[in-house]
């Protein structure tokens, strides 16, 4: 057995009320992969969790929607996993699994019965270690047809759809690594060739660029074995290129529209936040929640039920390792347009400004959250599982067992705090605003500002 590098930490369990742990062992392999294990014999089932460290953030210029790619890729078998297998074994033992990609991480689980650990270790041994052997021009450009036809439904034929593109463009510098979406674009998609494809794939999905999670019913000695032996032939890759962007910010307000195959107009507000886990960030997502996180939240209250000019409200922060984002989305009510509902919205985020929430408020969104978060911790596997939170948390943080610190940044909050978070955020001269209206009948959007001579 190849030497392994140990990182033992014994964390003593102590009631929720006093603090939060989760339990871990973290080795790291000869060539670089990150391990981290976490017993809970509650019931007879693992979560595999790996984690590759690179989203749409790492692509270039011209050659986006790898890391999308290379999610529909990693199912389609590799040396010694023939095309349809994945799925069928992992079926046939009872276990499911899936794959999700944005712009910071890409991420794969399989939730398998215990005694079905080696399988789900062996399926992703293979595809981390001889996915390319088995990676033909006809899979290639068969997975790029599936990506191009979900990004039509998601994108193009989709109302609303290029919203999201559009405002990434207007917000970030060209060429920045949030400049564009996940999915990449159809010139680049079609413009990728198979040696792009092997490049990206021998750059990033590689031992010492990934992290494996594996939570559950298991035996800490036996599946150290099992790891080792199923992962430690897997040679390094070449250390990764770091992410070295220019710090972004906007310091004008972009107004932009777009006409579309809509009934109804839709108004999009957005402006750079910080990153995820920084200071400020949990001000802004529990901002987000006194909103529009129910009927009886600022925005949704006032937009929908009062002035009845608004369909629907919502806002949300959307955390990322460079920078965050926040957006506040409306659609109004026909006949109304969507300078009536920027107006509203504006003198709701004034209002905060000019005058901290309530005690009351910020306590209802704390106490939501922390029954989410402890909810997560109850659920071994999947998207959302105590799984995927340690290898986010040691993607971001370092730290696997960051779970009481997370929620303790949200339960140290005052509401002053959120008062000051939406002065320094969100101000007026540094944000994006996108109209989005019926085609023909742009006189509802926000127009620009003409100067005055």
């Known amino acids: 057995m190849k030497k392994l590098l140990l990182f033992i930490f014994v964390l003593c369990s102590v009631s929720a009320a006093q603090s939060l742990k989760i339990p871990y062992t973290r080795y790291v392999l000869s060539n670089g992969l990150n391990v981290i294990l976490h017993q809970d014999h509650s019931t007879p089932t693992v979560s595999v969790n790996t984690w590759y460290h690179v989203g749409s953030g790492h692509e270039k210029v011209g050659r986006t929607g790898f890391a999308h790619l290379f999610e529909h890729l990693m199912f389609e078998g590799s040396k010694n996993v023939a095309e349809g297998d994945f799925d069928k074994l992992l079926e046939a033992a009872g276990g499911e699994n899936n794959g999700s990609t944005t712009q910071d991480r890409t991420n794969y689980y399989e939730d398998v019965p215990s005694n079905a650990l080696e399988l789900a270790l062996y399926l992703d041994s293979d595809r981390m270690g001889y996915l390319i052997e088995a990676m033909t021009q006809e899979k290639l450009d068969g997975q790029r047809s599936v990506v191009k036809n979900e990004r039509r439904q998601s994108y193009e034929n989709r109302p609303y759809g290029l919203a999201y593109e559009t405002i990434l463009k207007h917000m970030f510098p060209q060429g920045h690594p949030y400049s564009w979406p996940v999915i990449g674009s159809m010139a680049d998609l079609t413009a990728a060739s198979h040696e792009d494809v092997v490049e990206f794939f021998r750059t990033y999905y590689v031992p010492n660029n990934a992290s494996l999670v594996i939570s559950g019913d298991i035996d800490l000695n036996e599946t150290i074995n099992l790891v080792e032996k199923w992962f430690g032939e897997i040679p390094a890759g070449k250390p990764v290129p770091p992410q070295n962007p220019a710090a972004v910010k906007l310091s004008e307000e972009k107004i932009v529209?777009?006409?579309?195959?809509?009934?109804?107009?839709?108004?999009?507000?957005?402006?750079?936040?910080?990153?995820?886990?920084?200071?400020?960030?949990?001000?802004?997502?529990?901002?987000?929640?006194?909103?529009?996180?129910?009927?009886?939240?600022?925005?949704?209250?006032?937009?929908?039920?009062?002035?009845q000019i608004a369909q629907d409200v919502y806002a949300y922060q959307s955390s990322g390792k460079l920078v965050s984002q926040f957006q506040v989305v409306a659609t109004a009510r026909s006949g109304h347009n969507l300078t009536e509902l920027k107006n509203v919205i504006e003198q709701e985020l004034n209002k905060i400004k000019t005058e901290a929430p309530t005690q009351r408020e910020l306590q209802r969104v704390v106490n939501q959250y922390e029954a989410s978060f402890l909810a997560r911790l109850e659920r071994p596997g999947g998207f959302s599982g105590k799984a995927d939170l340690l290898n986010s948390y040691y993607y971001f943080t370092g730290n696997p067992d960051y779970a009481n610190e997370d929620l303790a940044r949200y339960k140290a909050l005052a509401p002053e705090d959120?008062?000051?978070?939406?002065?320094?955020?969100?101000?007026?001269?540094?944000?994006?605003?996108?109209?989005?209206?019926?085609?023909?009948?742009?006189?509802?959007?926000?127009?620009?500002?003409?100067?005055?001579?």
């Open 257 to 307: 529209m777009l006409e579309d195959k809509v009934q109804l107009p839709r108004l999009y507000i957005a402006w750079i936040t910080p990153p995820n886990f920084t200071p400020g960030d949990a001000e802004m997502d529990v901002l987000a929640n006194i909103l529009s996180g129910g009927k009886n939240s600022r925005l949704y209250k006032k937009l929908v039920y009062e002035l």
């Open 418 to 453: 959120i008062q000051f978070a939406a002065q320094k955020y969100l101000p007026n001269n540094g944000r994006v605003i996108l109209s989005i209206v019926p085609k023909g009948k742009t006189d509802l959007a926000i127009q620009p500002k003409t100067e005055v001579k």
